[in-house]
């Protein structure tokens, strides 16, 4: 493993990193750099395990446009993005929106209580202004010959 580390670092793969480690004997490790920030610094190498040779690299920058806006679109709202300046600003977005799901929770469940409380007055032919929570029906079994 001290190998891989090395050989990835060689080629510019720089702290913090995560290692991978071979599925297989034989595989490649996997040294990948672990960093958010805007200037963002995933770059990624694949080292051989048995001879320790860099097998490939992948740089961030050879990412694909959508694949990059992906991973600024996770970063940003968690906070990784542009470091401790955006978890404060991140900190009033947090109240605003607990704020409005408290707004809505109280909205709803006023409604809820709202509408169990109704009077439940049924109108239709027979039954104009009948309160059916007071109604008792009888049955009788029929006759049996």
């Known amino acids: 493993m001290d190998q ?29 750099q672990v960093r958010r920030s805007w200037t963002e610094r995933q770059d990624e190498a694949a080292v051989d395990s048995v001879s320790g040779r860099v097998v490939s690299v992948l740089r961030f920058a050879d990412w694909p446009v959508a694949a990059k806006l992906a991973r600024w679109g996770i970063d940003a709202p968690m906070g990784l993005l542009f470091g401790l300046a955006n978890q404060v600003a991140l900190v009033p977005e947090l109240g605003a929106s607990l704020a409005a799901f ?23 032919p027979g039954l104009d202004g009948v309160d059916l929570k007071t109604v008792q029906v009888q049955f009788e079994r029929p006759a049996t010959s």
Do not use: N
């Open 102 to 124: 408290v707004a809505v929770d109280r909205v709803l469940a006023g409604g809820l209580k709202g509408w169990r409380s109704r009077d439940d007055l049924v109108t239709g």
């Open 4 to 32: 891989a580390l090395a050989a990835a670092a060689h080629r510019d793969v720089g702290w913090p990193v995560e290692i991978d480690l071979p599925a297989k004997p034989g595989h490649a490790y996997v040294v990948q």
